[in-house]
């Protein structure tokens, strides 16, 4: 196999990343695509809560690195699907604990086992940054809507141009489409023509994102919310297929009324 | 808010995010701070001025964007020949 590594990250803290890792996850490999989730953020690791797999951990991204395990021993299969893995970060060593190297070497050994690589990349724009895009092929910038998570994005997507590698797409997450109705909170125009990136997901705001962790049970597991079918839909999108941008489309009372969506 | 907002005639949070983020991000995107920027202007004005003459209190210079990359456009109005002699 000759999978595609593909990152997310943000520059700011909060804004999604390990959300959209978890979920994205688990919409490709719905769709019968063998998936590796790897956590990026050594020392504040969180992807295995929000999948839900703390409990099964035995070796870490630092154990295949430093050589005390192989890498399938770290490959924890999420059962609920056929072919879903997490490698957990360690939560006892900090981001020096590897290199940029070290991981564009374990993504090459990754690729040959899958047909996606997720990389959940750490806050900020020091090392664990430079460590989680090291060795991908796609980089995807999530932001929120609001004024500091947009400047942040900005300048992770000028980090990776300076880099000289694929320009970034964008998920657009917690939007909340009432607000931008009443004028109170940045529209997708309005963030597309502030960061000038393609768009590959908009994620309308939804409590059962905090559900769906609070169980850790990834909600796209379960297609039914709006934010579940917004992840469907960008892993339709990474996959090749047009999917409209329909996310924000609420059903008139009519439609409603008719039970239709 | 937005109801009382109308009623004011003030500008919607939405837009002034927008404002406010294509200002800051033109400088964090160059490394240009505004003073930076003034100072880029005088010696233009000063370079400028030894080959022709310019009304140097008329010079305007900016960053502007198409995309994701940025110009540096000046505006430098020169003085008529015409109106140097006459003087």
């Given at each position: 196999?000759?999978?595609?590594?593909?990152?997310?990250?943000?520059?700011?803290?909060?804004?999604?990343?390990?959300t959209a890792i978890a979920n994205i996850g688990v919409a490709l490999a719905a769709k019968g695509q063998k998936v590796i989730c790897v956590d990026g953020d050594i020392g504040l690791r969180n992807l295995d809560v929000v999948m839900g797999l703390e409990n099964r951990i035995v070796y870490d991204l630092v154990d295949v690195i430093e050589g005390r395990c192989r890498l399938r021993q770290a490959m924890i299969h999420d059962k609920r699907l056929p072919e879903l893995y997490l490698i957990p970060a360690a939560q006892t060593r900090d981001k020096t604990a590897i290199s940029p190297s070290d991981m564009a070497r374990l993504c090459n050994d990754l690729r040959t086992e899958c047909d996606w690589v997720l990389i959940d990349s750490p806050a900020g724009i020091e090392r664990g940054f430079h460590n989680a895009i090291a060795g991908a092929d796609k980089i995807i910038v999530i932001t929120n809507p609001e004024i500091s998570a947009v400047r942040d994005a900005d300048r992770v997507i000028g980090l990776v141009e300076a880099e000289e590698r694929e320009a970034p797409q964008l998920i657009i997450n917690r939007l909340n489409p009432a607000m931008v109705k009443r004028g109170d909170m940045l529209s997708v125009d309005d963030v597309l023509d502030l960061l000038a990136i393609k768009l590959i997901g908009l994620v309308p705001e939804d409590e059962n994102v905090i559900v769906a962790s609070n169980r850790g049970a990834p909600l796209t597991l379960d297609a039914k919310s709006k934010?579940?079918?917004?992840?469907?839909?960008?892993a339709r999108r990474l996959l090749g297929d047009e999917v409209p941008f329909d996310e924000l489309d609420t059903p008139g009372l009519l439609q409603r009324l008719l039970g239709r969506k | 808010m937005s109801f009382i907002d109308d009623l004011l005639g003030r500008k919607k949070s939405a837009s002034s995010a927008k404002e406010r983020l294509q200002f800051v991000l033109i400088h964090d995107r160059t490394d240009l701070t505004p003073a930076e920027l003034e100072r880029l202007k005088d010696d233009l004005i000063e370079a400028i001025s030894r080959h022709v003459e310019i009304d140097s209190a008329a010079v305007n210079i900016a960053v502007t964007q198409e995309g994701r990359s940025q110009r540096l456009v000046a505006d430098i109005p020169l003085r008529s020949a015409g109106r140097h002699h006459r003087r």
């Open positions: 196999m000759t999978g595609t590594v593909l990152t997310v990250t943000s520059g700011k803290g909060g804004v999604g990343k390990t934010a579940g079918k917004a992840f469907h839909n960008i | -």
